[in-house]
Antibody
């Protein structure tokens, strides 16, 4: 079964750092764009970051630019999210997800599969 | 305030049909970008329900269907079942944001 599994969440003080990991199984991450999507407590989904197959392109939502870094290690079939200078409003569940699209040149993509999520709590 | 607008909640009795709307604009759905739908059961991760406006992944019952017209899209659920009670999200691409946008989510209650 195609799946991704996140790890690395936890409780951190404002201004602190965390690194999330996403390990893929039954598919090769090097063939896909990969994304992180988060969900604040009781709120909806928010896309956070994405990275191209070879790591040559990265994109971020404005609220995390300069603080979060997405990376990948295709040899380990994994993707990461380094989060620095964390804020209270970064609290939530962070999901790793594979991007699928109709064609490689398509801008529009959907997410499948999703991991079970990693809980990040930023509080003093 | 989400770029894609969904009703906060909908409800229906078992066996009934409900539809969930997803209203966008000329910078996203109206720009001919596909709409995708996700189901999030209580306490679980989102799961892909519909992709490319009206396609179901393997394993998704044909009670679920999607459609798109103009600047809006809809998810229809026929023959409602208790296990359909969940949050549903639409998703597309937006030219102004230059990236992925989600609807605010709709909570479906099965009466």
């Amino acid at each position: 079964e195609v799946q991704v599994v996140e790890s690395g969440g936890g409780l951190v003080q404002p201004g602190g750092s965390l690194r999330l990991s996403c390990a893929a199984s039954e598919f090769t991450v090097s063939y896909y764009w990969m994304s992180w999507v988060r969900q604040a407590p009781g709120k909806g989904l928010e896309w956070v970051a994405k990275i191209k197959q070879d790591g040559s392109e990265e994109y971020y939502v404005d609220s995390v630019k300069g603080r979060f870094t997405i990376s990948r290690d295709n040899a380990r079939n994994s993707v990461y999210l380094e989060m620095n200078n964390l804020r209270v409003e970064d609290t939530g569940v962070y999901y790793c997800a594979r991007e699928d699209r109709k064609a490689y040149y398509d801008i529009s993509q959907w997410f499948h599969p999703w991991g079970q999520g990693a809980l990040v709590s930023v509080s003093s | 305030q989400s770029v894609l607008t969904q009703p906060p909640s909908v409800s229906g009795a078992p066996g009934q049909t409900v539809t969930i709307s997803c209203t966008g604009s000329t910078s996203n759905i109206g720009a001919d970008y596909d709409v995708h739908w996700y189901q999030q059961l209580p306490g679980t991760a989102p799961k892909l329900l519909i992709y490319g406006n009206n396609n179901r992944p393997s394993g998704v019952p044909d009670r679920f269907s999607g459609s798109k017209s103009g600047t809006s899209a809809s998810l229809a659920i026929t023959g409602l079942q208790a296990e359909d009670e969940a949050d549903y999200y639409c998703q597309s691409h937006d030219n102004n944001v230059r990236g992925v946008v989600f609807g605010g989510g709709t909570k479906l209650t099965v009466l």
